[in-house]
């Protein structure tokens, strides 16, 4: 579950920006190499916690337990990345960095748990078949994610073409749906799923071609229509992210109420 959201922050960012803030090319690279450069302190950091527990004297697994529960608190900030948007997209890389740095130090005491708990001959296979969970929990996330946000992006292209059809730019709408369009690799291009302001130049250049002000004037409309969409998309998929982790450390905790150290295997 929880590695889910690592490899959704690693795969969608660049596309987030993207869609939100119109960021491409190079302008990305930046607010990643900080956003990564926020991960690896709380990937190093992990560890300092529960050890801050364990020399006040308590058991390691509830020093670790406790620890993981304030980690899982930290995502919830993550809640904040869509609303304080508006101001700076700086606000929201470094609220998601505070939230992949909390992902990675998780994850350094998630696998700790196993050689807390297991014998030394099955930490390798339990942390092997752990790693193999998180890796299917992160191609269903990110699947997820992506028809979630196909789905949005479609209905906010279908609202802007209701809306062109009351802006008497139905005519301009019935001549470019009406054309075969290909990119240069020959893949049939369907603008009822991709924006007018992400179409290949090409293409782009033969709508304009047919009447420049009527499709200066429909992007103008669609820009708004769909990114208020992918706005909505994009919060639902944070709220999961960040509330990922305590829902997590809640069924760890359903499973493994108490520590009993595993012998037999």
């Given amino acids: 579950m929880t590695d889910g959201v690592w490899w959704f922050f690693l795969f969608w960012l660049p596309a987030y920006l993207k869609a939100q803030y119109g960021m491409t090319g190079t302008t990305v690279a930046f607010p990643l190499a900080v956003l990564y450069s926020m991960s690896t302190i709380g990937s190093i950091a992990g560890g300092a916690l529960p050890m801050y527990f364990i020399n006040k004297g308590q058991e390691v697994y509830s020093a670790r337990m406790k620890a ?47 050689s807390d708990m297991f014998p030394k001959k099955a930490v390798a296979s339990v942390t092997g078949i752990g790693g193999m969970a998180g890796g299917i929990g992160g191609i269903v996330i990110n699947k997820i994610a992506g028809w979630l946000f196909d789905g949005y992006r479609s209905a906010g292209i279908a609202k802007s073409f209701v809306e062109a059809q009351a802006a008497n730019l139905g005519g301009f709408l019935d001549k470019i749906k009406s054309l075969s369009l290909v990119n240069k690799h020959g893949d049939i ?26 499709f200066e004037s429909l992007r103008a409309l669609q820009v708004p229509i ?17 509330l990922a982790y305590l829902l997590a450390w809640g069924v760890m905790h359903f499973l493994v109420p108490r520590f009993k150290k595993i012998e037999d295997l």
């Fill in 226 to 242: 769909v990114q208020d969409k992918m706005t909505f998309a994009y919060t639902m998929v944070f709220a999961f992210c960040a």
């Fill in 189 to 214: 291009i369907n603008l009822d799923r991709v924006e007018l302001g992400s179409l290949p130049h090409e293409v782009m250049a033969k709508l304009q071609a047919i009447d420049p002000a009527a």
């Fill in 68 to 114: 993981m529960l304030l980690i899982a608190l930290v995502p919830l900030l993550v809640l904040l990345a869509q609303p304080l948007g508006g101001i700076s997209y700086w606000l929201p890389v470094l609220i998601i960095g505070i939230g992949t740095a909390a992902h990675q130090a998780w994850s350094a005491n998630i696998f700790t748990t196993v």
